[in-house]
């Protein structure tokens, strides 16, 4: 079965995008242009990962991430920030809103996949994943912030996930 991803972005093309980067990939991509029912999404959707951006009107995604963190319900869904926002701010509004992770928005598609594949635990090319897994291990840590904050709903193995040792 391929992994579920729920993308949500008010921006049309950049929900296409990343449809056009991630379904040929093996995954299958479910996106929303509002935050509007996102949570009836990921109750009835049960995605593996949830992208969510951050700059979106109405509610944000920081915003947005904190209220699926503090449902029980859908606590514990893998739920990353997603934006093109500067990293030192992106890092602290994922860790302000209890986001599993973020992802800073690229045009090196090759990188979104990698940096996706890691946090699912998705074994990648050995050559890619060598190359990529120390910089997905550090972005896992740096942007979870110390150990000891990751202790919730196994959010400690993401850095094991991000570098396939799950």
Known sequence: MAPKILV??????ALDWARQILSPQGFEVITSDTALGTHAAVMSKQPDLVLLDVGMPGLS????????KENPRTKDKLV???SSLPEDELKELAKQSNADGYIKKTED????VEQINGLLGIQTDSRISSQLGGALLHRAETHMGPEE?????GRSQISQRATGGL
Request: positive net charge; proline residues 0%.
């Open 61 to 68: 995604g920081d915003i947005l991430c904190k209220l699926l």
């Open 149 to 153: 904050n990751l202790g919730k709903s």
């Open 109 to 112: 598609t090759g990188k979104l």
């Open 8 to 13: 949500i972005d008010d921006s049309k093309m």
């Open 80 to 82: 990353i920030l997603y």
